[in-house]
């Protein structure tokens, strides 16, 4: 089967003799506890703990392949450098490589063309492949993996969300993309605490309508129960080709609350 491409995402190669310890340093997650092959969900935080980028880092040999927002890309990469100080590292953006995905069942190993990336617990993977190889341009098939990510509770982020929120907010903490039981990185004294005072007031809610509704990142619309209505904030959207539409949205409303309806610029949508 011919791998899906997936624009919105870009992968950066971190290599060297310290690769391991200096991501351990910069990310939510343990890093080094990955053997060749697996993969981890990560969190790249600003000192204040809101969320930069969620990463999805893969242990190839002595190399890690990190898979994230296509727009972040190049600016995580830029920003990681500057701590790179006297450690071993080379972070280079992979600017020759297609992010594709595929089912599981259909990969193939590891080439010198192509790096298979599993997703945690999924039979679903992402794979890095040349330019010359390429992936299916597939709109269709896109959208459609754009939506397993989201109700999957993964959302990439873009330049707009980028930094705005904890990731207790977004789920990843769900996504074992932040362990509690290692040791510092930025924003990690936060994120701790949050975790451990048990203050997280906003909390992520998939939404999915029949309607074609697909906000930018950061706008506002309301989920509405009856006749109470929450405030929700979007961070991500897509779509499919019948017109129904999967909105990733941070809210205050009780995750255990069933909401019923989406108020978006006057426009009333059912949930489904």
Not at 118 to 136: H, K, M, N, Y
Not at 168 to 184: I, P, S, T, Y
Not at 198 to 226: N, Y
Request: a negative charge.
């Amino acid at each position: 089967m011919q791998m899906i491409a997936l624009p919105h995402l870009s992968a950066v190669r971190f290599s060297g003799v310290d690769a391991g310890d200096f991501l351990h340093n910069q990310l939510s997650a343990d890093v080094l506890a990955l053997s060749t092959g697996e993969s981890t969900f990560a969190c790249y935080c600003e000192p204040k703990g809101r969320v930069l980028s969620l990463m999805l880092v893969c242990r190839i040999d002595d190399a890690f392949y990190v898979i994230m927002s296509s727009p972040l890309a190049s600016p995580v990469a830029d920003r990681l450098k500057i701590y790179v100080m006297r450690a071993k590292v080379v972070i280079e953006l992979m600017t020759v490589t297609v992010a594709g995905g595929q089912v599981s069942g259909e990969q193939q190993a590891s080439t010198d063309t192509a790096f298979i990336i599993p997703a945690p617990d999924s039979d679903r993977c992402f794979a890095l492949v040349s330019g010359e190889d390429g992936a299916e341009i597939n709109v269709p098939a896109q959208n459609a993996w754009k939506t397993w990510e989201l109700q999957r509770g993964i959302t990439w982020l873009s330049r707009k969300s980028s930094g705005e929120f904890l990731p207790q907010m977004l789920g990843f903490d769900q996504l074992g993309a932040v362990n509690f039981r290692k040791g510092c990185y930025p924003g990690q004294e936060i994120v701790a605490r949050t975790h451990y005072l048990g203050k997280v007031k906003r909390h992520p809610r998939i939404l999915t309508t029949s309607a074609v509704i697909c906000p930018a990142p950061l706008e506002q619309l309301k989920i509405l129960r009856g006749d109470e209505s929450y405030k929700a904030v979007i961070v991500d959207c897509a779509h499919h080709d019948n017109g129904s539409s999967c909105l990733f949205a941070v809210t205050r409303m009780d995750p255990d609350l069933i909401a019923d309806n989406i108020e978006y610029h006057g426009q009333i949508a059912p949930l489904v």
